[in-house]
């Protein structure tokens, strides 16, 4: 079975540009979460899609959003962008309701310039 | 809020000593915990979970971790270290219903020859 791919796996964007992340779910796996990963501020939650409605948001401003579609696939979405966004972009998804074990994706490497 | 704790952001060792790489928890609802591991540049793999069963919990690549409710601990071991165990180890906690990870900000494992 496939695991979790995310595409692209790099990125190099400028400040104020916007850009779209793309992440598909194991086959079977109807949710899926997003993560930012920072030297500074570790791992933190961005938000959780599952039967394409969002569960679960964490604390970043609304220039981060998502979606999830009927096939399960998500794309995160950054407007706006800041240095400070520069990150590695996580994602994750799981069968929601098996213990939460949730497998994550190799990541999308976020440079803002 | 649910929060973790590692102890020690970098852990050094030799090759065939004891592995012991330590988390606490803060939760106010019993907690599911786990232990992820990152090699460089990559995602987060899953070495192990606790979901209320047994308390000592086995998992991948030799590791095992006690759940200890009256200290609210998860400290992860493995009895005799490799070289290829050195990579970032990040435990996590997230309260029954949600898929909403919380991570500690992680312990870089060092083995040395």
């Known amino acids: 079975k496939a695991g979790v791919t995310q595409t692209p796996r790099y990125l190099i964007k400028t400040r104020g540009q916007q850009v779209t992340l793309s992440c598909s779910p194991i086959?079977?796996?109807?949710?899926v979460s997003w993560y930012q990963q920072t030297p500074g501020q570790g791992l933190q939650f961005l938000f959780e899609?599952?039967?394409?409605?969002?569960?679960n948001k964490g604390n970043f401003p609304g220039r981060f959003s998502g979606r999830q579609f009927s096939n399960s696939r998500s794309e995160m979405n950054v407007s706006t962008l800041e240095l400070g966004d520069s990150a590695l972009y996580l994602c994750?998804?799981?069968?929601?309701?098996?213990?939460?074990?949730?497998?994550f994706g190799p990541g999308t490497r976020l440079t803002v310039t | 809020a649910q929060s973790v704790t590692q102890l020690g952001s970098h852990v050094s060792v030799s090759e065939g000593a004891l592995v012991l790489l330590r988390c606490n928890y803060s939760?106010?609802?019993?907690?599911?915990l786990f232990w992820y591991v990152q090699y460089p540049n990559q995602g987060l793999q899953l070495l192990l979970k606790y979901t209320s069963a047994a308390t000592l919990v086995k998992g991948i690549n030799g590791f095992e971790a006690e759940f200890k409710k009256s200290e609210t601990s998860f400290h992860l071991t493995k009895p005799s270290a490799h070289m290829s165990d050195a990579a970032e180890y990040f435990c996590?906690?997230?309260?029954?219903?949600?898929?909403?990870?919380?991570f500690g900000k992680g312990t870089k494992l060092t083995v040395n020859p």
């Open positions: 899609y599952f039967s394409e409605t969002q569960r």
């Open positions: 996590a906690v997230s309260e029954s219903g949600s898929e909403k990870l919380v």
């Open positions: 086959s079977g796996h109807r949710s």
């Open positions: 939760s106010s609802v019993p907690p599911y």
């Open positions: 994750a998804s799981s069968l929601a309701g098996q213990a939460y074990e949730q497998y």
